[in-house]
């Protein structure tokens, strides 16, 4: 009486892996570009929330600000994004620094430019209104976020 054999032979084995690994290696550039997405969206939402919450904190004006001084500021520092009562500049405007009213998280990797160049900070006079180095308003700020393909325009009022 003739039995078969139970289980696989080396050669279904091998195939089998084989195919693994060509399905494996086909996967691979689709998560890489899922997750770039995925970080420029979240640096997108992290920025946009910045903007408004360093705009609310201008309106409150807890220096008591006047005329085009900085009320408040949102500042890249490194990974994070930080918004901070007061200029950018200031002592206190640092991670953990105690002008900072909100902080959030930025992707390495993940570039933040504002008209072409890189975005290192941006300020609020005390009416909630985002102005250029010499006090000028900013109607609507532009902003390119991207990481590998994946790129994302934030438009902050």
């Given at each position: 009486?003739?039995r078969?054999?139970?289980?696989?032979?080396?050669i279904e084995?091998?195939?089998?892996?084989?195919?693994?690994?060509?399905?494996?290696?086909?996967?691979?550039?689709?998560?890489?570009?899922?997750?770039?997405?995925?970080?420029?969206?979240?640096?997108?939402?992290?920025?946009?929330?910045?903007?408004?919450?360093?705009?609310?904190?201008?309106l409150?004006?807890?220096?008591?600000?006047?005329?085009?001084?900085?009320?408040?500021?949102?500042?890249?520092?490194?990974?994070?994004?930080?918004?901070?009562?007061?200029?950018?500049?200031?002592?206190?405007?640092?991670v953990?620094g105690?002008?900072?009213?909100?902080q959030?998280?930025?992707?390495g990797g993940?570039?933040?430019?504002?008209?072409?160049?890189?975005?290192?900070?941006?300020?609020?006079d005390?009416?909630?209104?985002?102005?250029?180095?010499?006090?000028?308003?900013?109607?609507?700020?532009?902003?390119?976020?991207?990481?590998?393909a994946?790129?994302?325009d934030?438009?902050?009022?």
């Amino acid at each position: 009486m003739v039995r078969g054999h139970k289980g696989f032979t080396l050669i279904e084995l091998m195939i089998t892996v084989a195919l693994i690994a060509i399905l494996a290696m086909a996967a691979v550039p689709f998560t890489a570009s899922w997750l770039h997405a995925t970080q420029v969206q979240t640096a997108g939402a992290n920025l946009e929330q910045a903007f408004a919450k360093a705009k609310a904190l201008a309106l409150r004006n807890p220096a008591g600000v006047t005329g085009s001084d900085s009320a408040a500021s949102v500042k890249l520092s490194g990974s994070t994004v930080i918004v901070c009562a007061g200029a950018p500049g200031d002592a206190g405007c640092v991670v953990g620094g105690g002008a900072v009213a909100w902080q959030g998280d930025v992707t390495g990797g993940v570039t933040i430019q504002l008209a072409g160049a890189a975005l290192t900070s941006i300020v609020f006079d005390n009416s909630g209104q985002a102005i250029d180095a010499s006090g000028n308003a900013l109607a609507i700020l532009d902003v390119d976020i991207a990481k590998g393909a994946a790129s994302h325009d934030a438009h902050l009022y």
